[in-house]
T-cell receptor, first 113, second 115 residues
Framework: AQSVSQHNHHVILSEAASLELGCNYS??????LFWYVQYPGQHLQLLLK??????LVKGIKGFEAEFIKSKFSFNLRKPSVQWSDTAEYFC???????????FGKGTHLIIQP | EAQVTQNPRYLITVTGKKLTVTCSQN?????MSWYRQDPGLGLRQIYY???????DKGDVPEGYKVSRKEKRNFPLILESPSPNQTSLYFC??????????????FGPGTRLTVL
């Protein structure tokens, strides 16, 4: 069975602070990893994804994530957050050639002006 | 424009009254699925379909039905809704085929309240 764990359910930061959201997964085989963002009242949007190759992936809006296979981690980072980054962030895993996604429980990020 | 559409976007109903939430995609995707999102639980997969007439249970299928008579449509059916099915529902689609490098496209969500 596969699972995704997001360490922080709620994070509050001030504008311009640096961000790192933790994501760890459990799966024994090849994985594809994703970060999705859900702005208030909106649907899920893909921030970035990792399939293979360079473990440091860059996404939209200045976000990046690093896949560390030895740690089973895929943490999301942004050097300087903005108020508009307030949203819920989901880490997701697709493993074993399947098409469905397993999601973490989400991290609610609040950026204070 | 590539998209996944859902209808209705908001629905308030009463216990036991059958309802259907429609989902349609215009990308000729083979794989479609339904998720429910609940606070503190993230998204959990309800049902999925790998192609026309091929459906299977996800992690939380109880109380739901689906059908896939056409490639583009994947309706979610609640035969007898109960209050514990109050949730935010997302339909998603992807090209499919297992191991492909594409991503899932999500619909805008349907907020369902069962009284």
């Amino acid at each position: 069975a596969q699972s995704v764990s997001q360490h922080n359910h709620h994070v509050i930061l001030s504008e311009a602070a640096s961000l790192e959201l933790g994501c760890n997964y459990s799966y024994g085989g090849t994985v594809n990893l994703f970060w999705y963002v859900q702005y208030p009242g909106q649907h899920l949007q893909l921030l970035l994804k990792y399939f293979s190759g360079d473990p440091l992936v860059k996404g939209i809006k200045g976000f990046e994530a690093e896949f560390i296979k030895s740690k089973f981690s895929f943490n999301l980072r942004k050097p300087s957050v903005q108020w508009s980054d307030t949203a819920e962030y989901f880490c997701a895993l697709r493993g074993g050639g399947a098409d469905g996604l397993t999601f973490g429980k989400g991290t609610h990020l609040i950026i204070q002006p | 424009e590539a998209q996944v559409t859902q209808n209705p976007r908001y629905l308030i109903t009463v216990t036991g009254k059958k309802l259907t939430v429609t989902c349609s995609q215009n990308m000729n995707h083979e794989y479609m699925s339904w998720y429910r999102q609940d606070p503190g639980l993230g998204l959990r997969q309800i049902y999925y379909s790998m192609n026309v007439e091929v459906t299977d249970k996800g992690d939380v299928p109880e109380g739901y039905k689906v059908s896939r008579k056409e490639k583009r449509n994947f309706p979610l059916i609640l035969e007898s809704p109960s209050p514990n099915q109050t949730s935010l529902y997302f339909c998603a689609s992807t090209r499919g085929g297992g191991g492909s490098t594409d991503t899932q496209y999500f619909g805008p969500g349907t907020r369902l309240t069962v009284l």
